[in-house]
């Protein structure tokens, strides 16, 4: 900030500004001193008649500038609320506009004033300029989290996969996401990469089609398994009779036949169903005469002629 102020003082434009100033001020009492007295009272009058009648003005502009501002606060807040924009997102908002809007009517009141507001812009707009830079990577998030909570590709509750990441949303700041994990750590997640990287949303779609692939050694009876899994899911009111389960022999593996399962459960259901099949396959396969098989290699041996 001290590098800012000392890069302003030395700026050629506005040292000149400056001088300019000085000169026309020395020159002004130059010429007061050489007024006569009636012609001093009358140019004071004069002077002091102009100047009360422009800030009569500046605070009629005032007034007005700031029921406007107030208006155009109402009407950005109506619309926001009717969108369902979220409340910190709306408060930031709000207060942007309001500090944007009140800098603007500052300046033309300044303008009024008689005073030259080309400085002032200057010195905004440097500042603007200076505070940008220093915070590029911040506004980057923060430009994030509008585009999240405007868009809204997850919300609070919903369990997401996002760089590299995955755990259930448990706030949604400007800056940053918090996700809360399945071993219950805490990871905050920057805006910016998540707004504009994949986000997969376990939790977007009301149903989640759960996959299986079972293994059953060669030589067991394909029909029975298929009617075993059949069975076990038919018996799990979990699993969805709409869309039907899908099963098939998806291929012959070096060490065995795999089959294919696909069955529909609701989103939270997911993981429930999913470990308490492999649970009952593991212990129902047994009891059926069906073995789950592992890795394996047949090694033959030849003995050659000596």
Not at 282 to 305: A, E
């Amino acid at each position: 900030m001290f590098g800012f102020l000392a890069q302003l003082a030395t700026n050629p434009e506005v040292v000149e500004k400056a001088d300019s100033v000085k000169t026309t001020f020395v020159q002004k009492l130059e010429t007061l001193s050489q007024m006569s007295g009636e012609e001093l009272v009358k140019t004071v009058t004069h002077s002091v008649i102009s100047v009360a009648l422009k800030i009569l003005v500046a605070l009629l502009i005032f007034w007005v500038g700031r029921w406007l501002i107030r208006r155009a606060r109402k009407v950005m807040e109506r619309i926001m609320i009717r969108r369902r924009v979220d409340v910190s997102l709306r408060a930031f908002l709000m207060s942007l506009v309001n500090i944007t809007l009140t800098l603007f009517l500052i300046i033309i009141i300044i303008g009024v004033l008689g005073i030259d507001t080309t400085s002032f812009i200057a010195l905004f707009a440097s500042a603007g300029l200076a505070i940008g830079m220093a915070l590029s990577g911040t506004l980057q998030n923060f430009a994030g989290g509008v585009m999240i909570l405007l868009f809204r590709p997850f919300r609070v509750g919903d369990y997401i996969e996002a760089q590299g990441e995955e755990g259930t949303v448990k706030e949604i700041r400007l800056v940053h996401t918090v996700l809360n994990t399945v071993d219950n750590k805490t990871i905050l997640l920057p805006n910016g990469p998540v707004s504009t990287g994949i986000i997969n949303n376990f939790s977007h779609e009301p149903r989640r089609r759960v996959d299986w692939v079972f293994g059953i050694a060669y030589g067991d009876d394909y029909d029975v398994a298929k009617a075993t899994i059949a069975e076990l899911l038919d018996q799990d009111e979990r699993v969805l009779k709409e869309p039907e389960p899908f099963i098939a022999l998806k291929e012959l593996a070096d060490s065995s036949v795999n089959i294919v399962v696909r069955a529909w459960v609701e989103s939270p259901e997911y993981w429930n169903v999913y470990f308490g099949m492999n649970e009952k396959v593991y212990k129902v396969f047994s009891q059926r005469g069906l073995n789950i098989p592992f890795p394996q290699m047949d090694v033959h041996m030849y003995k050659g002629d000596a």
